[in-house]
């Protein structure tokens, strides 16, 4: 069945949390389907190790939801500019076969692939105008303005920075027009660098992008004391690769899982910054048709729910306690994450690059 563009935007709009803007997109939509032409959504990931829950299920239904909207992906494989962040001390060939381990749990994520294609970048660097435009991007921003995305790489201090974590804005933004890409579609973090795009573009003769930010899961401990609102706190509670205890892994064992929720903030009656809720709204409720939760019968008994938004209105009543919620969550957490253990276990493939960064993993810890 045809979607309407309204039915289009709406589920668009399932995904962004931040849309720039509503009416550049149904302009978008409407030429496009107009001109029989595709319309391209881009996103990049730096191969940076392991791969937590928010990159695979989550990113998986993100993906979902845009292609049924019509839209075709393109998942930019950002090993150059990895290696321009320092990531594992710049080797190529290691940051390659740590892309190839992501690409490997996206195909197990129940992601519709027949509407995704995977780019590396260090095929589209081979190409000179891809740095014509690099050129351009720079030759059109200054310094400053540079500077301030560098929150696209978690990099805050900016007076520690290299000629090469200079040159990964210019060179995302150059991803953008390169692909190309007509809707950006990452994270909220990585807004600054979509706006540089949008400012650039009509000084180097491109369409502007639309900006389609999704929502960045919280870090499972508790919200770190700061005075930040809006994108920029948003960005701070987001879940870190940097503190495995801080997310849920594609790759977690049972026992992982278990411990990591049990000792998850979780306030009684707080549905607002509370990461096992969120781990509710934006993954388990999307991925199963009832939520279940066992409890004895003193304690109000088993109970079903059919929505999230029913579940958080008890549990901000206090007819749900966290003692009766995390339980739950392991649950359904575990079910979910067990085709992909089980993938990892039998693939050979799939096993050698996952034990490949594993083995960078405790390599980098031993460093430490």
């Not at 690409?103 to 891809?130: G, H, Q, R, T």
């Not at 900006?211 to 960045?216: A, D, G, N, R, V």
């Not at 000792?263 to 199963?288: D, G, Q, S």
Request: with cysteine; charged share 30%.
């Amino acid at each position: 069945m045809t979607l309407t563009i309204d039915e289009r935007i709406s589920l668009l709009k399932e995904v962004g949390e931040e849309i720039i803007n509503i009416d550049e997109l149904r302009q978008l939509l409407q030429w496009k389907q107009d001109n029989n032409e595709i319309i391209y959504a881009y996103d990049g990931f730096e191969p940076s190790g392991n791969i937590h829950i928010a990159q695979g299920l989550l990113r998986a239904l993100n993906v979902n939801k845009i292609t049924k909207a019509g839209v075709r992906f393109k998942f930019l494989i950002a090993d150059w500019h990895a290696a321009a962040n320092h990531k594992f001390g710049g080797d190529l060939d290691v940051i390659k076969k740590v892309g190839d381990f992501f690409m490997e749990v996206w195909k197990v994520c129940n992601m519709d692939l027949s509407k995704v294609e995977f780019i590396y970048a260090s095929e589209i660097v081979k190409d000179p105008a891809y740095w014509e435009l690099v050129l351009k991007i720079a030759i059109n921003s200054s310094l400053n303005r540079v500077k301030r995305c560098t929150q696209i790489m978690g990099r805050e201090d900016v007076d520690t920075l290299t000629a090469s974590q200079i040159m990964y804005p210019l060179m995302q933004a150059a991803d953008i027009f390169y692909l190309p890409g007509n809707i950006c579609q990452l994270g909220l973090d990585q807004r600054k660098v979509n706006m540089l795009a949008r400012e650039v573009a009509p000084k180097i003769n491109k369409p502007k992008p639309i900006s389609l930010s999704h929502h960045m899961l919280m870090g499972l401990g508790k919200p770190p004391d700061t005075d930040l609102t809006g994108i920029d706190r948003a960005v701070k509670l987001k879940m870190s690769k940097s503190d495995p205890d801080s997310a849920i892994f594609m790759l977690d064992n049972p026992t992982d899982v278990k411990r990591k929720i049990n000792k998850a903030y979780c306030p009684p009656k707080e549905t607002v910054e509370n990461p096992v809720l969120e781990y509710c709204k934006y993954i388990i409720f999307e991925l199963i048709d009832t939520f279940e939760i066992e409890r004895p019968d003193k304690y109000g008994g088993n109970i079903k729910y059919k929505s999230y938004e029913d579940m958080a209105n008890d549990y901000a009543q206090g007819k749900l306690n966290p003692p009766d919620l995390k339980p739950a969550v392991i649950k359904y957490l575990n079910q979910l994450l067990l085709p992909i253990r089980e993938h990892f276990e039998k693939d050979e493939k799939a096993r050698a690059l996952y034990l490949f960064v594993e083995r960078l993993y405790m390599k980098k810890n031993t460093k430490k």
